[in-house]
Nanobody
């Protein structure tokens, strides 16, 4: 069974950094893409970043220049390095996989991703 497990969240002060990890298991074929999304209380889930099977990346406007997505294929893990964190980055961060062959996963739309992890809380506060 496909499983995605996020880790690395926590409490950090504004300007600090965190690295999130998404460990994937239970699949025999590579997903077309792995994405990171986030959801703050009372708000819609929004796309943060994604990386495709061939290594192409995309970022939401609010995190460009601050966040970096990467992958370690040997470990079946995708990372999200978050720098210069702001209070508005506070949210539950979710890892998601596209296995359905979407050509538009880079648009970071929730509907294009098929499987989701449980999420990890990121809180940016002094």
């Amino acid at each position: 069974q496909v499983q995605l497990v996020e880790s690395g969240g926590g409490l950090v002060q504004p300007g600090g950094s965190l690295r999130l990890s998404c460990a994937a298991s239970g699949f025999t074929s590579d997903p077309y893409a792995i994405g990171w999304f986030r959801q703050a209380p009372g708000k819609e889930r929004e796309g943060v970043s994604c990386i495709s099977s061939d290594g192409l990346t995309a970022y939401g406007d609010s995190v460009k220049g601050r966040f970096t997505i990467s992958r370690d294929n040997a470990k079946n893990t995708v990372y999200l390095q978050m720098n210069s964190l702001k209070p508005e980055d506070t949210a539950v961060y979710y890892c998601a996989a596209d296995f359905s062959g979407s050509y538009y996963h880079y648009q970071l739309r929730v509907k294009d991703y098929d499987y989701w992890g449980q999420g990890t809380q990121v809180t940016v506060s002094s």
